[in-house]
């Protein structure tokens, strides 16, 4: 298995920029940013939150951390038109010499959509517009010219130059929704990733099976992500608190309770686990969080 952080988009970009390096220092294997401009409301989440741009960071760290892949966990397609994402794509590819992986979604956080002005469809044109896209930048990153004619997006001998540094750009689509976005990643995807602990993993990922095989692929051909919050503390009773308080799938415990999670994700195909830095605490505790992790929690899945 490959282990990558995600460090929250929310904390300034020193603080940000410095558990990257120690990721790609101390042998992660990847960084994933978010692709949000504001928090989405409700308790945890301000909208007025501080919050950088993805675009914008993942070219910073293509420039300024080594080693690692970089992606976008993931950009949601309503916020840019598809060339504008290839074209960024292709360049924080070569910024990087070739590690940057595409993730890409339909769109889903409303409060931003709301306050920009930005249109946000009913969910089946959403999916509609985003099969459309990716086709688009699956184009744009590999042939020379392409003209696209859709129902969405039209393209007339657009070029999209320089090419990305690997060929083909992996390209990852977020999804969950079994009866088209998985029938959606199955076309398209090198990667997949969703949210969930690893019984939820296991059966999203044999439905995406179903569907490889329904469009005539190998479904050994998609690689699986995925992330859940992790608590990691030396008291359980602690880490059972700080679980059923979280608003998304989440583990905890000492290490030897977290690696058995672990090893129920590895059970369940999962290629990369991805873990958030807001629940590893602050400063040097949370470098040692992730020192912690990667020494005693993954090092006997690598």
Same mark, same amino acid.
């Given at each position: 298995m490959?282990?990558?952080?995600?460090?929250?988009?929310?904390?300034?970009?020193?603080?940000?920029?410095?558990?990257?390096?120690?990721?790609?220092?101390?042998g992660?294997?990847g960084?994933?940013?978010a692709?949000?401009?504001?928090?989405s409301?409700?308790p945890?989440?301000p909208?007025?939150?501080p919050?950088l741009?993805?675009?914008?960071?993942v070219?910073?760290?293509?420039?300024?951390v080594p080693?690692?892949?970089i992606g976008?966990?993931?950009?949601?397609?309503?916020y840019?038109h *598809?060339?504008? &994402?290839?074209?960024?794509?292709?360049?924080?590819?070569?910024? $990087? %010499?070739? +590690?940057?992986? @595409?993730? !890409?979604?339909?769109?889903?956080?409303?409060?931003e959509h709301?306050?920009?002005?930005?249109?946000?469809?009913?969910v089946?044109?959403?999916?509609?517009r985003?099969?459309?896209?990716?086709?688009?930048?699956?184009?744009?990153?590999?042939?020379?010219?392409?003209?696209?004619?859709?129902?969405h997006?039209?393209?007339t001998?657009?070029?999209c130059? *320089?090419?990305? &540094?690997q060929?083909?750009?992996?390209?990852?689509i977020?999804? $969950? %929704?079994e +009866?088209?976005m @998985?029938r !959606?990643?199955?076309?398209?995807?090198?990667?997949?990733n969703?949210?969930g602990?690893?019984?939820?993993?296991a059966?999203?990922s044999?439905?995406?099976?179903?569907h490889?095989?329904a469009?005539?692929?190998?479904?050994?051909?998609?690689?699986?992500?995925?992330?859940?919050?992790?608590?990691?503390?030396?008291d359980p009773?602690?880490?059972d608190?700080l679980?059923a308080?979280s608003?998304?799938?989440?583990?905890g415990?000492?290490?030897?309770r977290?690696?058995?999670?672990?090893?129920?994700?590895?059970?369940a195909?999962?290629?990369e686990?991805?873990v958030?830095?807001?629940?590893l605490g602050?400063g040097?505790?949370?470098?040692?969080n992730l020192d912690?992790?990667g020494a005693?929690?993954f090092?006997?899945?690598?």
């Amino acid at each position: 298995m490959r282990f990558s952080i995600w460090p929250a988009a929310t904390q300034p970009y020193t603080d940000l920029l410095a558990v990257a390096r120690h990721a790609a220092d101390t042998g992660w294997d990847g960084v994933w940013i978010a692709d949000h401009f504001m928090g989405s409301g409700g308790p945890g989440f301000p909208a007025e939150a501080p919050t950088l741009e993805a675009g914008s960071l993942v070219a910073a760290l293509a420039a300024t951390v080594p080693r690692v892949r970089i992606g976008t966990l993931v950009y949601g397609n309503t916020y840019r038109h *598809p060339a504008v &994402v290839a074209n960024m794509a292709a360049t924080v590819d070569q910024i $990087s %010499g070739g +590690r940057f992986v @595409l993730g !890409l979604g339909a769109g889903w956080q409303e409060n931003e959509h709301r306050q920009y002005g930005i249109e946000l469809p009913p969910v089946g044109e959403r999916v509609d517009r985003f099969e459309e896209a990716v086709q688009v930048i699956r184009s744009l990153l590999s042939e020379p010219v392409t003209t696209f004619v859709g129902a969405h997006y039209r393209l007339t001998d657009a070029v999209c130059e *320089p090419k990305p &540094v690997q060929d083909p750009l992996p390209v990852l689509i977020g999804a $969950s %929704g079994e +009866r088209r976005m @998985l029938r !959606l990643t199955a076309r398209h995807a090198d990667l997949w990733n969703t949210w969930g602990l690893p019984d939820h993993i296991a059966h999203k990922s044999a439905v995406l099976d179903r569907h490889c095989e329904a469009v005539g692929r190998d479904p050994a051909a998609i690689q699986r992500t995925a992330q859940a919050l992790v608590f990691p503390t030396d008291d359980p009773a602690e880490a059972d608190a700080l679980v059923a308080r979280s608003r998304f799938p989440a583990f905890g415990g000492p290490p030897d309770r977290l690696a058995e999670v672990v090893a129920a994700y590895a059970e369940a195909g999962v290629d990369e686990l991805i873990v958030r830095d807001n629940t590893l605490g602050q400063g040097a505790g949370k470098l040692e969080n992730l020192d912690r992790l990667g020494a005693e929690v993954f090092a006997p899945f690598r």
